[in-house]
């Protein structure tokens, strides 16, 4: 017996938010109404969250070892770059749907410059990399005044 769900135009409303979203970070595609994957390479996606001692930016790697993600920092900007590889099609079994991006990626953020790059480290654990970015001095943002002539 099939149950009865009452229409939502909220929640078509997001789940056509999810498409377009979808169309714009290479995920699965429709044509025709079926899904295609497009050739855009993936990325992580991130949060980025201050506290008063530090910056913390989370990033989601899963399936990803730690020896293929790398963290760099270089003229202020904090790059982390991998490469989640493809599953090996194993015989006897039939994939049905492939939704999962696979393939190299690169994200950078601009540090702030309240950041002390020479104290930054990072953690591994459980799909998701998280980077530490401690501040210097009080952490707020040195403030130069120009005189206007």
Request: hydrophobic share 30%; glycine share 8%.
């Amino acid at each position: 017996m099939n149950a009865l769900t009452r229409w939502n135009p909220f929640r078509e409303m997001e789940r056509m938010q999810r498409d377009m979203d979808l169309l714009f970070t290479g995920a699965p595609m429709r044509r025709g109404g079926m899904e295609v994957l497009t050739g855009v390479e993936w990325a992580p996606v991130v949060d980025i969250i201050e506290d008063e001692k530090e910056f913390t930016v989370k990033a989601e790697l899963p399936e990803m070892k730690k020896e293929d993600v790398k963290v760099t920092v270089e003229n202020g900007v904090l790059a982390i770059s991998g490469e989640r590889k493809t599953e090996k099609e194993e015989k006897g079994k039939k994939y049905h749907r492939i939704e999962r991006s696979y393939g190299s990626f690169e994200r950078s953020f601009t540090l702030p410059e309240s950041t002390d790059p020479a104290k930054i480290r990072s953690e591994y654990k459980d799909g998701v990399l998280t980077v530490h970015l401690p501040k210097s001095g009080n952490g707020k943002p040195k403030t130069t005044e120009i005189k206007v002539e």
